[in-house]
């Protein structure tokens, strides 16, 4: 898939409150991110896993990041539930 900018790596500090993700980013910088997976997301936000954020054009938003994905066992998850359709809009259209 394809997104607007590059995305951010960084090493997941602890998801809380279902929506919510402390991360550390490559540069040392701890920021918050919007989790948009409302599931209980078991076996994949072990503390030390490496994510994947975008940053928010949006000067307004409260929470400027968004977390993606994540690597865990050498493949690529997706945590953001609103890409699966444009995933494969995008797929369909190539």
């Not at 998801?15 to 993700?21: E, P």
């Not at 991360?23 to 701890?30: E, F, Q």
């Amino acid at each position: 898939m394809k997104f607007q900018s590059p995305l951010i790596k960084g090493t997941l500090i602890k998801r809380y409150k279902r929506f919510m993700a402390d991360v550390t980013l490559d540069d040392g910088t701890v920021v918050t991110a919007h989790c948009p997976n409302s599931g209980a997301m078991l076996g994949i936000t072990t503390p030390g896993s490496i994510v994947y954020l975008s940053k928010s054009p949006n000067e307004n938003r409260k929470l400027k990041y968004t977390w993606e994905m994540l690597e865990t066992d050498g493949a690529l998850v997706g945590t953001n539930t609103g890409n699966p359709q444009k995933i494969v809009h995008e797929a369909l259209m190539q």
